[in-house]
């Protein structure tokens, strides 16, 4: 059981997939070397449940994050965080990222406060990340805190409030300014915030109007914009927040468009029965970038473990066909405590590259023509027919190439850990 399959099956499956696609005018080889290029952001607080590591002196509450299950030996440590996320880095093929918030700060036990964190507090982040040559993104954390326990932080009506959340942000610009010039590479910070109301407020225009204020005082400080790419993300509903919720998709879109930062788009931050691959060449057709938060909601933001389910297929099919693979910075977001969350960063992961591999090795041209020539029967016959081509045998190939287990190999390997390290916590 779960077995590596030997390299010539491997290659023996690859090859008679690699002439199936041929036929249809797919160039198998040019796909793996696509997928290759795409950078993957893992989040750090699958790991954890959300806990972060922050030292505190005033009890808080959750601010709207809630990671719901009791799976045995979460992270409690940097060490063994980082310790798991190696783990799961060692099961997944491909170009990958990591993705930290300011709550993950290492501070040698002292309380430091949010608006006053500085890139030292990130230096064991910078050079774990350093020695495993990947890039690391972040994010200030508004939530979770005693200045955010009603519920408002960058819209608050109390000026200093809404001043100590100011001075969070730019210090974590400066952190990710930091991070980038480390790796020499743009580091994305990525803004969302909790603030909202329960139920039917009266003044809905105030605090949007504070909000887009803190959003200019934020992004006027001196940072090289060439190492902090900012981003900021909307929300349909949070809990706490399920009648009102001031960074909408709306009031970000607006902000977006008229400013240089990015918008995300988080997959989970819309009506449940929403989905954003529409969205995708709307935005680019007016921003040269976008951010994703790749998630997975069941009724409501739930934040499941992504899977490759159609959301995901024609998410990356639009942006594969769209020529936008580029002008995509591609994250995670979702945080399941009820299973082994090794297993959720790989499952998640490779989800997400099973889907831009789905889409690469779909015949774009071939059905652009059909569509342009009004052959609607055979572009649809042509979709239905790729639904059973062998994408797993292409997939198989690329775990090979990269040296990480093919197939459900990878579970033996998780397994292994899980009783060898988590459980003995």
């Given at each position: 059981?779960?077995?590596?399959?030997t390299?010539?099956?491997?290659?023996?499956?690859?090859?008679?997939a690699?002439?199936?696609?041929?036929?249809?005018?797919?160039?198998?080889?040019a796909?793996?070397?696509?997928?290759?290029?795409?950078?993957?952001?893992?989040?750090c607080?699958?790991?954890d449940?959300?806990?972060?590591?922050?030292?505190?002196?005033q009890?808080?509450?959750?601010?709207?994050?809630?990671?719901?299950?009791?799976?045995?030996?979460?992270?409690?440590?940097?060490?063994?965080?980082?310790?798991?996320?190696?783990?799961?880095?060692?099961?997944?093929?491909?170009?990958?990222?990591?993705?930290?918030?300011?709550?993950?700060?290492?501070?040698a036990?002292?309380?430091?406060?949010?608006d006053?964190?500085?890139?030292?507090?990130?230096?064991?982040?910078?050079?774990?990340?350093?020695?495993?040559?990947?890039?690391?993104?972040?994010?200030?954390?508004f939530?979770a805190?005693?200045?955010?326990?009603d519920?408002?932080?960058?819209?608050?009506?109390?000026?200093?409030?809404?001043?100590?959340?100011?001075r969070?942000?730019?210090?974590c610009?400066?952190?990710?300014?930091a991070m980038?010039?480390?790796?020499?590479?743009p580091?994305?910070?990525?803004?969302?915030?909790?603030?909202?109301?329960k139920?039917?407020?009266?003044?809905?225009?105030?605090?949007?109007?504070r909000?887009?204020?803190?959003?200019d005082?934020?992004?006027?400080?001196?940072?090289?914009?060439?190492?902090?790419?900012?981003?900021?993300?909307?929300?349909l509903?949070?809990?706490g927040?399920?009648?009102?919720?001031?960074?909408s998709?709306?009031?970000?879109?607006?902000y977006?468009?008229?400013?240089?930062?990015?918008?995300?788009?988080?997959?989970?931050?819309?009506?449940?029965?929403?989905?954003?691959?529409?969205?995708?060449?709307?935005?680019?057709t007016?921003?040269p970038?976008?951010?994703?938060?790749?998630?997975?909601?069941?009724?409501?933001?739930?934040d499941?473990?992504?899977?490759?389910?159609?959301?995901?297929?024609?998410l990356?099919?639009?942006?594969?066909?769209?020529?936008?693979l580029e002008?995509?910075?591609?994250?995670l977001d979702?945080?399941?405590?009820s299973?082994?969350?090794?297993?959720?960063?790989?499952?998640?992961?490779?989800a997400?590259?099973?889907?831009?591999?789905?889409?690469?090795?779909?015949?774009?041209?071939?059905?652009?023509?059909m569509?342009?020539?009004?052959?609607?029967?055979?572009?649809?016959?042509?979709?239905?027919?790729?639904?059973?081509?062998?994408?797993?045998?292409?997939?198989?190939?690329?775990?090979?190439?990269?040296?990480?287990?093919?197939?459900?190999?990878?579970?033996?390997?998780?397994?292994?850990?899980?009783k060898?390290?988590?459980?003995?916590?």
């Amino acid at each position: 059981m779960f077995k590596q399959p030997t390299k010539a099956v491997i290659q023996r499956r690859y090859e008679a997939a690699r002439l199936q696609y041929r036929d249809l005018g797919v160039d198998t080889e040019a796909a793996l070397s696509r997928l290759q290029s795409v950078p993957i952001s893992l989040h750090c607080w699958q790991g954890d449940d959300v806990r972060g590591f922050e030292v505190r002196d005033q009890a808080v509450t959750g601010g709207g994050i809630m990671a719901t299950g009791n799976y045995p030996g979460a992270a409690r440590s940097p060490d063994q965080l980082r310790a798991d996320a190696d783990k799961a880095i060692s099961l997944i093929p491909g170009k990958l990222r990591f993705n930290l918030h300011a709550i993950y700060a290492e501070t040698a036990g002292k309380v430091v406060e949010r608006d006053q964190l500085q890139p030292q507090h990130f230096a064991a982040w910078m050079a774990w990340a350093k020695a495993r040559g990947i890039c690391l993104d972040f994010n200030p954390t508004f939530f979770a805190h005693p200045k955010a326990n009603d519920g408002y932080t960058l819209s608050h009506a109390d000026e200093s409030i809404r001043s100590f959340w100011v001075r969070h942000a730019i210090a974590c610009r400066r952190i990710a300014e930091a991070m980038g010039r480390s790796q020499k590479a743009p580091c994305v910070l990525n803004h969302w915030i909790p603030d909202g109301a329960k139920d039917q407020p009266i003044d809905r225009w105030s605090p949007r109007r504070r909000l887009a204020q803190s959003l200019d005082e934020m992004f006027a400080a001196k940072v090289n914009t060439t190492y902090c790419k900012d981003a900021v993300e909307s929300k349909l509903f949070g809990i706490g927040s399920e009648d009102y919720v001031v960074g909408s998709h709306e009031f970000y879109l607006g902000y977006a468009l008229t400013h240089p930062q990015m918008l995300c788009l988080d997959m989970g931050h819309f009506h449940p029965t929403e989905t954003i691959h529409d969205k995708i060449s709307s935005v680019l057709t007016f921003k040269p970038d976008l951010l994703l938060h790749v998630s997975r909601g069941i009724r409501w933001d739930s934040d499941h473990v992504v899977i490759l389910n159609d959301d995901i297929r024609c998410l990356f099919q639009q942006i594969v066909r769209g020529d936008a693979l580029e002008r995509v910075n591609i994250a995670l977001d979702f945080f399941d405590a009820s299973i082994n969350r090794i297993g959720a960063w790989v499952i998640g992961t490779r989800a997400v590259q099973k889907g831009i591999l789905n889409a690469l090795l779909e015949p774009c041209g071939l059905l652009a023509d059909m569509e342009a020539a009004g052959d609607m029967a055979s572009k649809l016959a042509v979709l239905e027919e790729l639904k059973t081509f062998p994408v797993g045998a292409v997939w198989d190939m690329y775990c090979l190439n990269r040296g990480v287990p093919a197939g459900t190999a990878w579970i033996a390997d998780m397994q292994a850990y899980d009783k060898d390290v988590i459980r003995q916590r």
